[in-house]
T-cell receptor
Framework: GAGVSQSPSNKVTEKGKDVELRCDPI?????LYWYRQRLGQGLEFLIY????????KSGLPSDRFSAERTGESVSTLTIQRTQQEDSAVYLC??????????????FGPGTRLTVL | GENVEQHPSTLSVQEGDSAVIKCTYS??????FPWYKQELGKRPQLIID?????GEKKDQRIAVTLNKTAKHFSLHITETQPEDSAVYFC???????????FGRGTSLIVHP
């Protein structure tokens, strides 16, 4: 079946502009995660959505970052007033959580953001 | 919160050799430890995981061991092949949490 998709695959923007990144999770997956991966670095947790519960925003680095998710479908990550240090690959992942927390996360291909 | 350290950051081996990647975690309440493989330019994919109620798990050429007392776990790849070349990430999840903490990754290079 279809995996997690993300758009755009690449985004180049100027410092100070706002950007919006989109994630389409696997159908039926109630959990959705956003991560940031800087070049040569690990996966930095940003935000977690689970069904209709309040999201866990504990990983968002600043108030310039926000994310929304409508029900159990599409999610958008918005970065306002982008800075050069925001340049990274932004990965989205979804999980079914059918077996509790021991569930595989399925990652999207990522959006490579470059802030000039 | 949880802190996961991963070593080495880079590992270079000859085809056919074994490779071992080690991770340590800080929170004794962690009970789920997945490993993800990320090939160049591709998305991370789960390759193996282990729960804290077992000490070892194998799947063909890969195995993961867990030492709860020492709070470390390791990925073992035997008979390495060039297609094993990738970045490997370990992670740990605290019991009750759905948010894993990832290590910084190990770049494994298998020379033919």
């Amino acid at each position: 079946g279809a995996g997690v998709s993300q758009s755009p695959s690449n985004k180049v923007t100027e410092k100070g502009k706002d950007v919006e990144l989109r994630c389409d999770p696997i159908s039926g997956h109630t959990a959705l995660y956003w991560y940031r991966q800087r070049l040569g670095q690990g996966l930095e947790f940003l935000i977690y959505f689970q069904g209709n519960s309040a999201p866990d925003k504990s990983g968002l680095p600043s108030d310039r970052f926000s994310a929304e998710r409508t029900g159990e479908s599409v999610s958008t990550l918005t970065i306002q007033r982008t800075q050069q240090e925001d340049s990274a690959v932004y990965l989205c992942a979804s999980s079914s959580l059918a077996g509790g927390p021991y569930n595989e996360q399925f990652f999207g291909p990522g959006t490579r953001l470059t802030v000039l | 919160g949880e802190n996961v350290e991963q070593h080495p950051s880079t590992l270079s081996v000859q085809e056919g050799d074994s490779a071992v990647i080690k991770c340590t975690y800080s929170d004794s309440a962690s009970n789920y430890f997945p490993w993800y493989k990320q090939e160049l330019g591709k998305r991370p994919q789960l390759i193996i995981d282990i729960r804290s109620n077992v000490g070892e798990k194998k799947d063909q050429r890969i195995a993961v061991t867990l030492n709860k007392t020492a709070k470390h776990f390791s990925l073992h790849i035997t008979e390495t092949q060039p297609e094993d070349s990738a970045v490997y990430f370990c992670a740990a999840s605290i019991q009750g949490s759905y948010i894993p903490t990832f290590g910084r990754g190990t770049s494994l290079i298998v020379h033919p």
